[in-house]
T-cell receptor
Framework: KQEVTQIPAALSVPEGENLVLNCSFT??????LQWFRQDPGKGLTSLLL?????REQTSGRLNASLDKSSGRSTLYIAASQPGDSATYLC???????????FGAGTTVTVRA | AAGVIQSPRHLIKEKRETATLKCYPI?????VYWYQQGPGQDPQFLIS???????DKGSIPDRFSAQQFSDYHSELNMSSLELGDSALYFC?????????????FGEGSRLTVL
């Protein structure tokens, strides 16, 4: 069973600082890894999807890396803005049915 | 592009009542997943269906049941509701032959049990 852990649980940074969010998983046979953003009481917004054969994906100010051998993924958000304040969840997908196992998330606060 | 549609978006029920949530996957998607996210919790996998057959089962209570219909929409039925069932319920869909394995999530249905 895939176990996903995210550290830290919360992070507060001043505007403009780069954010580094960590995600670790136990099963290296991960099929893919997805990063999501969730605003309070809202749905899941997909940010990036990294296939197991890929090392990283980029979208605008976001960059996510995947290291299967160490069981880690990192989400980088460059030049953070107050609008980046949200909870960020990573989820590992299995190869059989693509079912996702979620981490508990990192709640980010970007101070203006 | 069409997304995953969930209804209702909000639902308020009394204890011991029954609730039904509906999910309409992205057209052509053949797999549906249900997740439950309690307050301050991460989404927990409940159950999934592939081609109208149950494909996997997670931490779904016996009071809950689900099915996928011929048009691929899915319904989650919850009976004898308890206060602890108050949560955000997400549905996601995927296309099994799409090699990315990406799941697309709906906006969720918020169930409040009083």
């Amino acid at each position: 069973k895939q176990e996903v852990t995210q550290i830290p649980a919360a992070l507060s940074v001043p505007e403009g600082e780069n954010l580094v969010l960590n995600c670790s998983f136990t099963d290296s046979a991960i099929y893919n890894l997805q990063w999501f953003r969730q605003d309070p009481g809202k749905g899941l917004t997909s940010l990036l999807l990294i296939q197991s054969s890929q090392r990283e994906q980029t979208s605008g100010r976001l960059n996510a890396s995947l290291d299967k051998s160490s069981g880690r993924s990192t989400l980088y958000i460059a030049a953070s803005q107050p609008g980046d304040s949200a909870t960020y969840l990573c989820a590992g997908g299995g190869s059989n049915d693509y079912k996702l196992s979620f981490g508990a998330g990192t709640t980010v606060t970007v101070r203006a | 592009a069409a997304g995953v549609i969930q209804s209702p978006r909000h639902l308020i029920k009394e204890k011991r009542e029954t609730a039904t949530l509906k999910c309409y996957p992205i057209p052509r998607h053949d797999t549906v997943y249900w997740y439950q996210q309690g307050p301050g919790q991460d989404p927990q996998f409940l159950i999934s269906f592939y081609e109208k057959m149950q494909s996997d089962k997670g931490s779904i209570p016996d009071r809950f049941s689900a099915q996928q219909f011929s048009d691929y929409h899915s319904e989650l039925n919850m009976s004898s509701l308890e206060l602890g069932d108050s949560a955000l319920y997400f549905c996601a869909s995927s296309l099994s032959r799409e090699n990315t394995g990406e799941l697309f999530f709906g906006e969720g249905s918020r169930l409040t049990v009083l």
